[in-house]
Nanobody
Framework: QVQLVEAGGGVGEAGGSLRLSCAAS????????VGWYRQAPGKQRELVAR???????TYADSVKGRFTISRDNVKNTVYLNMNSLKPEDTAVYSC????????????WGRGTQVTVSS
C-alpha cells in the first residue's frame, strides 16, 4: 500500500510561485498515473493536473500555462510547479495515485494548504 505525503504548501503572493511535492512510500508508483487535486472552501474538488506513467500530462483549463506537473521515479516523487499564482488558486491541494493509468484513484494524500494573497 502506497502512502502519499504532500509538502511545499504555504502562503504565496499573486504573481508568485510555489512548488508542491508528493512523495510516495511503501511502494513505487512508477507504473501509476498521479494527479494533483484541489478543493477550495465551499467548492467541489477539482483535478488540477495529472501525469501518466509515460509522462503524458493533462491540466485543468484554469491552470494551463501556469502549472507544470512532473515526476521523478527515482525519488518516487511528483511535483507541481505553480507559477503566476492567483488568489483563486487558494485551496487544499492533494495528490492521488491511480490504478495504473486509469482514472480510478487508489490512494490519497492528506493535502497541503496553499493560500495566495492579492
Amino acid at each position: 500500500q502506497v502512502q502519499l505525503v504532500e509538502a511545499g504548501g504555504g502562503v504565496g503572493e499573486a504573481g508568485g510561485s510555489l512548488r508542491l511535492s508528493c512523495a510516495a512510500s511503501g511502494s513505487s508508483f512508477s507504473r501509476n498515473a498521479v494527479g494533483w487535486y484541489r478543493q477550495a472552501p465551499g467548492k467541489q474538488r477539482e483535478l488540477v493536473a495529472r501525469i501518466t506513467s509515460g509522462r503524458i500530462t493533462t491540466y485543468a483549463d484554469s491552470v494551463k500555462g501556469r502549472f507544470t506537473i512532473s515526476r521523478d521515479n527515482v525519488k518516487n516523487t511528483v511535483y507541481l510547479n505553480m507559477n503566476s499564482l492567483k488568489p483563486e488558486d487558494t485551496a487544499v491541494y492533494s495528490c492521488a495515485v491511480y490504478y495504473m493509468n486509469t482514472m480510478g484513484v487508489t490512494n490519497w494524500g492528506r493535502g497541503t494548504q496553499v493560500t495566495v494573497s492579492s
